[in-house]
């Protein structure tokens, strides 16, 4: 009895060990809620972003930590090997993709947040003709960072466009051309206007060549401000941002997360109406990173049911659960079995005393002692059935009985 109780204990203890840890690392019981969000030190859009995103989510709940970066290479690489969960980058940023080598497989698309478009101004007014080539072949072009996500971005537009002699800057030194990624009517396209720039409109060429070569882009037409007797209809590029994360992040966290998000855009929109641009519409062909399975989840969340979408979950907890049950029934069946033919063989040798008509008496009761003890010891041990031995215990004890009486 003694036996079973320790196996049954073992079993219980198996079980509950293993439904037990199952919760403390399981995304639909626990779904992850703290965050990091590594952010580019030197990126005014993405800095301005972030203060919106964090108190945001975690007005929801969520605990947001900025980690600061160096550019947005180093924020993407920080989440691609698990120094920080979530950033930001713009979709059309193929440089970042393979800058970042295999580690780009490790990145995957939570959802786009908001549009930008390309902001350029030139110092010197130019004719409405002006082609790229005369806005920046030989020119200083000035950008937020040298080695930054608009750095890249222009470097590989200006070798697939042929334009060579062009001298980067920052916006700090002296420059021709300004260039940048900005919201509609930013504060800081209107800033670089006060200070005397010049808006300069893409022609029809320049825009479909680029997009040709990056699918993520699209075309923009920013209407002129009808309160600026100065302004001009711009021509332009615009890209997403997307908010990207690391592939193991749990797809009911990103679910969870995705639905925070869209269904909360309002409230976004009260800090930046920029983030009206939140929608379902993602499209997956263009996306830089694919899109992780939690946004995937929430876009269908009509189709499948909740046993559906964690069906391969449910099943492997399932099976676990099991091999651990018949695990343990193995053991307890082999247990039974040993015990089952060591309590055979004493039968048999107790048989064999029995009918051995050439053995004396004294022999015959000292082998049934003998017989009588050694099965003892095998029970005190836990190495045969208590009921089989109660068993053998009567048919030798009566035994000895007999032949002591007939002494």
């Known amino acids: 009895m003694k036996t079973k109780s320790v196996v049954w204990h073992a079993c219980s203890l198996l079980v509950l060990i293993s439904v037990g840890l199952i919760p403390l690392g399981c995304d639909f019981t626990q779904p992850q809620r703290k965050f990091r969000l590594a952010v580019p030190q030197s990126e005014y859009f993405y800095n301005y972003m972030a203060g919106n995103m964090k108190p945001f989510l975690e007005r929801l709940g969520y605990k947001i930590t900025i980690v600061p970066a160096a550019n947005i290479l180093e924020a993407s690489r920080m989440v691609a090997d698990g120094r920080a969960e979530l950033t930001m980058v713009n979709n059309h940023s193929t440089t970042i993709a393979l800058q970042l080598g295999y580690d780009a497989s490790n990145l995957r698309t939570v959802m786009p947040i908001t549009t930008r478009i390309m902001v350029v101004f030139s110092r010197k007014p130019l004719r409405d003709s002006a082609t790229a080539i005369e806005l920046f072949k030989n020119k200083r072009v000035a950008i937020e960072s040298i080695d930054g996500e608009t ?15 062009v001298n980067f800057v920052t916006f700090k030194d002296s420059a021709d051309v300004v260039v940048f990624w900005d919201r509609f009517y930013g504060e800081r396209a209107e800033s670089w206007k006060k200070k005397g720039w010049h808006p300069y409109t893409f022609r029809r060429n320049w825009i479909e060549f680029i997009m040709l070569n990056d699918h993520a882009l699209k075309p923009f037409k920013l209407p002129a401000l009808p309160g600026d007797e100065n302004a001009i209809i711009t021509h332009t590029l615009a890209t997403d941002v997307i908010l990207v994360a690391n592939r193991k992040l749990g797809e009911n966290a990103c679910y969870l997360l995705a639905f925070a998000i869209f269904q909360n855009k309002a409230d976004l929109m009260h800090l930046d109406v920029m983030y009206r641009s939140i929608n379902e519409n993602i499209n997956r062909e263009t996306l830089l990173f694919p899109l992780h399975e939690g946004t995937l989840s929430y876009l269908v969340r009509d189709q499948p049911t909740f046993f559906e979408r964690y069906a391969e979950s449910l099943a492997l907890v399932l ?24 309590i055979d063989k004493y039968f048999l040798e107790f048989l064999e005393i029995r009918t051995d008509k050439s053995m004396l008496r004294d022999d015959r009761v000292r082998k049934l002692d003998d017989l009588f003890q050694r099965a003892v010891v095998q029970l005190t041990n836990e190495k045969l059935e208590k009921s089989d031995f109660h068993i053998l215990s009567r048919l030798i004890q009566q035994d000895l009985t007999m032949l002591r009486f007939d002494k």
């Open 151 to 165: 750095h890249l971005t222009l470097k590989r537009f200006f070798s697939a466009a042929k334009i060579n002699d």
């Open 319 to 342: 099976s676990l659960l099991a091999v651990i049950y018949g695990a343990v029934q193995a053991v307890q069946n082999k247990m039974r079995r040993n015990r089952k033919e060591r």
